[in-house]
């Protein structure tokens, strides 16, 4: 079993940034290969934001967080992170982090793709 912890969260203004940092660890050795960020809005159903794939280290994202989110993964600290730059109000949601252990990796939009997940951080932009 692989646990993820979401990290970096919190209150901030129009405009600003912030770095959500997702943990991810077992009591044995493990092997996940591609990675993703979702988020849930309040009322929302939980949607895509972003993904890396394990073999190329490209990012794929949502319309909304192109230009403006940048996902990247630490190998040496087993630590996915989402640059998040220009934030609005409509960005204010639960950021869930999440992991799959298949390394064709194909349906990375979806959620059924994904074998972990971790708990969430919330990230709320006043305007």
């Known amino acids: 079993q692989v646990q993820l912890v979401e990290s970096g969260g919190g209150l901030v203004q129009a405009g600003d940034s912030l770095r959500l940092s997702c943990l991810a660890s077992s009591g044995r050795t493990f092997s996940i290969y591609g990675m993703g960020w979702f988020r849930q809005a309040p009322g929302k159903e939980r949607e895509f934001v972003a993904a890396?794939?394990?073999?190329?280290?490209?990012?794929s994202y949502a319309e909304f967080a192109k230009g403006r989110f940048t996902i990247s993964r630490d190998y040496a600290k087993n630590t996915l992170y989402l640059q998040m730059n220009s934030l609005k109000p409509e960005d204010t949601a639960i950021y869930y982090c999440?992991?799959?252990?298949?390394?064709?990796?194909?349906?990375?939009?979806?959620?059924?793709?994904?074998?972990?997940w971790g708990q969430g951080t919330q990230v709320t932009v006043s305007s």
């Open positions: 999440a992991a799959d252990r298949d390394p064709r990796f194909v349906n990375w939009p979806s959620q059924s793709e994904y074998d972990y």
């Open positions: 890396i794939s394990d073999s190329t280290g490209q990012g």
